[in-house]
């Protein structure tokens, strides 16, 4: 089994979650927030999208799916266009609201595509290659793909309990 062959199947877990949380959801399930603020499922899947799409784009050297597929218009959201989510204030949640979770499902695939071919031509070699300075030691294009595929993993475990909630 090659490196990128294990990547792709934890990605492709991340795939599989995201669709079961989403499944069937309901406009007022997609945005409830238990507690009144916590992040609704909608925030969550959003925003482990976009994490997933800014940071992968920014190490492969491609354009964001979000920005180049027209998805920023599609989701109308009132945020900046390059929001990712980070440190969203419970207002900021609230503004993600989308007509249903199939825009999320079609965001999330497109991404997940980029995704899935940037890992497939990955050479053991190139996941040494550093992607990000600002952090001592510098951060590995491995180190990245390992992050995100934990945040992701950590933000549907928490839509699928938000949705286990309701």
Avoid: C
């Avoid at 069937?24 to 609704?40: D, K, Q, W, Y």
């Avoid at 503004?95 to 995704?115: F, I, M, N, S, W």
Wanted: proline share 3%.
């Amino acid at each position: 089994m090659h490196s990128h062959d294990v990547l792709i199947d934890g990605y492709s877990r991340i795939k599989e979650e995201v669709h079961a949380v989403l499944d069937g959801l309901s406009v007022e399930e997609l945005h409830a927030r238990p507690g009144g603020e916590t992040n609704s499922i909608a925030w969550l899947v959003w925003h482990l999208t976009r994490v997933q799409d800014d940071h992968v784009a920014d190490a492969a050297g491609f354009e964001q799916v979000w920005l180049a597929g027209g998805w920023a218009d599609r989701f109308d959201l009132p945020l900046d266009a390059t929001d990712i989510g980070y440190g969203h204030t419970p207002k900021q949640v609230g503004q993600v609201r989308v007509a249903g979770g199939e825009l999320h499902l079609d965001y999330y695939d497109a991404v997940h595509e980029q995704t899935l071919g940037y890992l497939a031509g990955l050479k053991a070699a190139d996941l040494d290659r550093i992607v990000d300075e600002r952090w001592d030691p510098p951060v590995t294009l491995g180190v990245r793909l390992v992050s995100v595929l934990s945040d992701d993993l950590q933000h549907v475990g928490q839509a699928a309990y938000v949705r286990g909630s309701l």
